[in-house]
């Protein structure tokens, strides 16, 4: 078992997996780390760093070897446990993250999803829509661990709370609220508002460039 | 006309301006940079760089005058200026976007939605929603600045393509993809793969020591 790698790694181990998967089809055996870092925007030293961390070092001509990288990378992040995810309101988005972990993953399997008004049929193909008064029961019943909440501020506070009994300990939480939930729950604040007012401001001073 | 802000303190000013909304109601006239930096989850030092950018300063016995404070930043981030947003595929999160803007902002307006299927009746009160084939021509007609974009995978850099010529200059993509679009478009990427693997990895950790 590896130690607790910084978040900023993980974060980038996470890209660099994707940029391997598709770069091993279309190109060599080996990477070097000026190439990932220009495609994460980062610098070399960073992903020679990070890739030091989950024990991996490259050859100094050919690079790193992606298979040998894609497996500690695999390694690293737990990939062998698949952890079992609900959206909790997330439409066409929820579509397209199932999407992607379907033609790319294992490590994570989205087990249901939770609408406020009527389920629709198949809002995700193959995954189970319940209507958001089912969310306790389903929650336990299918051993969910992580949610994605994406509901409106004034429901956000007590739906987490509803998921913590239930027994998830992961929340990935859209909504605008800082959530107070125990310690062990781990809450990463996915901030909407703030992201669509830094596009803006910056769209309206490149555009004026134009 | 200021000059152009830092992307970090842009995101904290918006940041700020959200708790100063609601700070002024419950509590005094005045606010001091390390209550700001406790709630953002920065230092106090920041705060006051980012305040002095936009040419606040604080009483050094009294703190920052709120009042003061919200009118300089809303004049930094450009707040009189209106931006009308589509949202391509948001459901839900839409909706919550929706009603937070409603109640606490009046620099974004949400002016559509754009689904793949069926328009359903009323997927965001008084906005109206359109089928992705009426994109190019709805778009134009609404004079629509930024759009938020969550498709699959495949179907982002063509739609995409079709949002600048349409006269789109700004984007949130949630897609897992890197757009390759003119320097004058201002992209924000919004990567939820791996902000889902990275709550996973903290989450299992976390879990564990419990």
């Known amino acids: 078992m590896l130690q607790q790698l910084p978040e900023k790694t993980v974060e980038r181990l996470s890209q ?30 960073n992903v020679r760093r990070d890739l030091m961390l989950i ?13 040998e990288l894609l497996g500690k990378i695999n390694e690293a ?44 049929a198949n809002l995700l193909d193959g995954i189970p829509c319940f209507n958001i008064s089912e969310l306790q029961q389903m929650i336990r019943q299918m051993n969910i661990e992580l949610c994605v909440v994406a509901v409106p501020e004034n429901f956000a506070r007590e739906l987490t709370t ?7 300990s992961g929340i990935l939480n859209f909504s605008p609220v800082q959530l107070q939930l125990p310690a062990w729950v781990h809450v990463e604040q996915f901030d909407i508002i703030t992201k669509l007012e830094k596009t803006a401001y910056f769209m309206k001073r490149k555009h004026r460039g134009k």
Do not use: W
Request: no cysteine; charged share 15%.
């Open 16 to 45: 660099y997996r994707r940029i391997l998967l598709n770069y091993r089809f279309v190109e060599h055996a080996y990477i070097y780390s000026h190439n990932l870092a220009r495609i994460v925007k980062t610098n070399a030293a």
């Open 55 to 67: 024990g991996v070092s490259g050859d100094f001509h050919k690079g790193y070897d992606i298979n």
């Open 77 to 120: 992040l737990d990939y062998s446990h698949v952890t079992r995810i609900a959206f909790i309101g997330m439409g066409e988005l929820g579509r397209s993250v199932a999407a992607h972990f379907g033609q790319n993953n294992t490590s994570m399997q989205i087990a249901a999803t939770f609408v406020f008004g009527k389920p629709p």
């Open 162 to 168: 509803i998921l913590v009994h239930a027994g998830v």
